[in-house]
């Protein structure tokens, strides 16, 4: 049986057109400078790295180190048990959904501005397609794309030598700040 694009892919059509329609309508309803927008969005693209690395580490695998395993590590678990499966590949969008919000609402709050909440939410669901695309594209892709390559290398070395080091799925660069970074052409033998 195949994915079921409507169900699998449901965050994908909903925030591309959720943070594209914000996108819009806060650039249609302020002067806000060109440079001040892309940095907002910049901004948030960063953002959604940095989460998507805490997330990984402190949470998919927390209850790993402590041997146990909670609904969450359970989920991701199963992921690491059949890394080509693809039912536990993409995030749900009952598990996107309550982050998107809280996202959304913390940078409205914190700059009282829907605006740049919207431009910062772009900049993150950017990062979060981005992540569910590279993520795919580890497990079930090739690409001519060096970068693409060093990517999957760098994802499926997590999985299968190193599920401790190499958080980052879009980036190496928190796994480098943080000191989990571990280079792909080293050799590990367990």
């Not at 805490?54 to 180190?65: E, G, K, P, Q, S």
């Not at 958080?167 to 590990?188: A, I, K, N, Q």
């Amino acid at each position: 049986m195949g994915i079921n694009p409507w169900k699998k892919f449901t965050p994908f059509w909903l925030y591309a057109l959720l943070a594209s329609s914000l996108l819009v309508m806060a650039a249609s309803s302020e002067d806000r400078p060109v440079a001040s927008r892309l940095l907002l969005i910049a901004f948030g693209l960063l953002s959604w790295s940095f989460g998507e690395y805490l997330m990984h580490r402190f949470a998919f695998h927390a209850d790993y180190r402590r041997g146990s395993y909670g609904p969450i590590h359970a989920l991701h678990l199963a992921h690491h048990d059949d890394p080509q499966g693809v039912d536990q590949l993409f995030v749900s969008f009952w598990m996107s959904a309550p982050v998107s919000i809280v996202y959304f609402s913390l940078g409205w709050i914190i700059f009282s501005s829907w605006q740049i909440a919207a431009y910062l939410f772009f900049g993150v669901s950017v990062g979060y397609l981005s992540y569910e695309f590279l993520h795919y594209k580890a497990h079930h892709g090739d690409s001519h794309l060096r970068v693409l390559r060093y990517l999957k290398k760098y994802h499926l070395l997590h999985h299968g030598e190193t599920p401790n080091r190499r958080f980052g799925v879009t980036t190496p660069l928190f796994d480098c700040l943080f000191g989990t970074f571990e280079s792909v052409s080293r050799r590990y033998h367990s």
